[in-house]
Structures are given as C-alpha cells and as structure tokens.
C-alpha cells in the first residue's frame, strides 16, 4: 500500500508522456492530445473524489527525485512542439487548428510540467540543486522572478491589498493576468534590489538574480530560433506566455477575494483549497493551498488536507476553465465569497470585506 502512495505521484510524469507522445506524432494527434489531457482532469476530479489522506514517507528523496525530473521531460515537451512546428510550418500538411492546439498543449505542460515542480523547488531556498532546475522550469514561462517575489512577497502578504497575485473581489482574470505579471516583476525587483544592497552588491551586477532570470529565458528563445528560425522562436514565445498566463490565472483563483488584517499571520482560511483526487495526486498537492500558506516550508507531500477549509469550486483545471469564463466565475463565487465572510473572517476581516464589497460592487449585487 505504501508503494502506492510513491507511485500516485508519477503521475504527473505520466501526464507530460502522454503530451510528448501527441507533439511527437503530430497533426490531429496534437488535437486528441490536448482534448485527452483536459479529459482526465475535467472528469476524473469530477467522479474520482477527493484524496484526504497524509501517509508517512521513509523515503522523502523519492519524491524530491520526482521533482527534479520535470526539467528533462519538460525540455523534451518543448523541444518536440517546437521542432514539429518547425518542421511543418509553412503549410506542409498540418493544419492551422492543430498548430493552435500545439500552443495550447505546450503552454499547459509549461504550466504543469514547470511552473508546479517549480513552485515546490523554489520553496527549497536552502538546497541549490532544487533551487537551479526550479529556476530552469521557471525559464520556460519567463518567469524566474517567481521563484523571489512568490517566495518572499506572495507569502508574506497573501490576501492583503499588498499582494500583486491575490485579486481583490469584483476583479475579471484577464486583467489580473496582465495586472499581477507587471506587479509581480516590479514586486521581485525592489526585493532583488534590497537584497543586494544588503550584501554590498551592484544591481546591475551577475549578482541580480532577476536579470540572470531573463537571460536563461533569451537563452531558450535563442534555442528555438536555432531550431526553426523566426517562427519557431515565435511559437515558443506564444506557448510560453500561455504558461505564464496559466500560472496568474492559479493565482487568482487561489486566493479571489480574501481578505487579511496584515497584522495577523497567515491562516489555512487565508487561501482556496481543493482536495480532488486527480489534480492531487498530478499536481504535487498543490491541491492543499490552505496549508502550504499556513506552513510554507512543509515539503508537498506533508501537506494535510483541511476538508474544513474554504474550498474551490472543483479541481484544478476545472476551476481554470471556470474562471475564463468570467460571468460563470462571478455567479458561483460570489456566494462563496459572501459565505467565507460569515463563516471564516475574523471581526477586522469583516471590516475588511464589506469596504471590499463596497469596491466591487458586490454588495449591491447581493442586495439585489
């Protein structure tokens, strides 16, 4: 039984074979990919459960291993999309649809395949090892910055009107995506800047994490340009922003409309959790949001459950599908936001809540 519990995470792995396969043969079969992935999370968190369970694990390195396996299969993901498009682009007997489902596919294997191993790795600010291929699966989605304003930034002021990632109640995800992207960046850089100061260095130094950041995202344009020329660096910037897209559309429906008095610590209400089996168990239980704010330094596979906590409205991708579509977001959180003020904020939170009511209109909503 244990061995299960080692195995359920593969697969992630498992997901990301599946794509390559599909980029791989190409044509319509980049099609059927794209809709095979969304069909195992779209209907398996819908008829397989949740997963509340929190086993011991003697062997934690197996699971770290995992983490770090992501980069190769991630470079091969990429590398394949983009050397098929190359191969094809122009016309030959591909057609413009399925180029369209390549991008779509790739972007959201950059935001599986990189962004959430990333997101635990880059957690691991005492272990280079995990930290450089966190750093490498950021650089996918031009993203690198993530690993210092996520870190230092997001978890320290989660839920509050300081936090670029949490979008305030009323707000549409497109404009968050733009929103919390150019805020993030600013975010990271006056962290980086102050960190530097503190250690005597330049910022315009090789000791500026943000602009080493960038430049390995250059270095993977540059990659795909040697591939195919122009328009295969343009297809890699295209998947690219996608998984960074992917990666604020998380965000913003992982902590919508939360409130917090900034001078209390961050609690599990603080954030929107889910416990549905197969985004769980594909997704290193990012799934268990509540705790891992709660507890930041708690490795993923520690992370508990909360069923008592404020949940989503379903599995990962289920909720991302949900709030793309923003009057079907707005009609299903509202209530979940309303609910969360009665039932999880605290007397301040209150306050909180009704002037952001009042901001974004949700009050007269409900009245009405």
Not at 74 to 87: C, P
Not at 229 to 245: I, N, R, S, V
Not at 278 to 290: D, K
Request: proline fraction near 5%; hydrophobic fraction near 50%.
């Amino acid at each position: 039984m244990m061995l299960f519990h080692y195995l359920k995470y593969f697969l992630f792995h498992v997901i990301g074979l599946l794509a390559l396969a599909a980029l791989v043969a190409g044509g319509m079969w980049v099609t059927i990919g794209l809709v095979g992935v969304l069909a195992i999370y779209l209907v398996g968190d819908a008829v397989c459960g949740d997963d509340t369970a929190t086993p011991h694990f003697a062997h934690p390195g197996i699971l770290t291993f995992q983490l770090w396996m992501a980069l190769p299969l991630l470079s091969a993901i990429v590398f394949a999309s983009v050397w098929s498009f190359g191969a094809t682009f122009g016309g030959a007997g591909t057609h413009w649809a399925h180029q369209v489902s390549g991008v779509l596919l790739t972007g959201l294997m950059i935001g599986m395949i990189g962004t959430i191993p990333a997101h635990e790795l880059t957690h691991r600010t005492w272990d280079p090892v995990s930290m450089l291929v966190g750093r490498w699966l950021l650089a996918f989605s031009f993203d690198t910055v993530f690993s210092i304003e996520h870190v230092y930034g997001h978890h320290r002021y989660v839920s509050t009107t300081a936090d670029p990632a949490t979008a305030p109640r009323g707000r549409n995800v497109y404009f968050h995506v733009v929103a919390s992207t150019l805020k993030g960046n600013v975010s990271a850089w006056q962290i980086e800047r102050k960190r530097l100061q503190r250690q005597g260095h330049g910022v315009f130094t090789p000791f500026n994490a943000v602009i080493r950041g960038h430049l390995m995202s250059v270095l993977l344009v540059a990659g795909a340009w040697a591939l195919g020329g122009w328009p295969a660096a343009a297809y890699f910037l295209a998947c690219a922003l996608w998984g960074k897209a992917l990666l604020e559309i998380v965000n913003y429906m992982e902590h919508y409309g939360m409130v917090r008095d900034p001078a209390t610590p961050v609690q599990p209400r603080h954030s929107w959790n889910t416990n549905k089996r197969i985004s769980s168990w594909t997704m290193f239980n990012l799934t268990r949001h509540s705790h891992h704010h709660a507890q930041g330094e708690v490795p993923y596979q520690d992370l508990k459950p909360f069923p008592q906590a404020p949940m989503m409205v379903g599995g990962y991708l289920t909720t991302i599908v949900v709030a793309m579509l923003p009057p079907l977001w707005h009609k299903l959180m509202t209530p979940k936001v309303q609910a969360w003020d009665r039932d999880f904020a605290s007397p301040a939170e209150r306050e909180l809540a009704r002037q952001a009511n009042q901001r974004s209109g949700i009050a007269q909503l409900v009245r009405a």
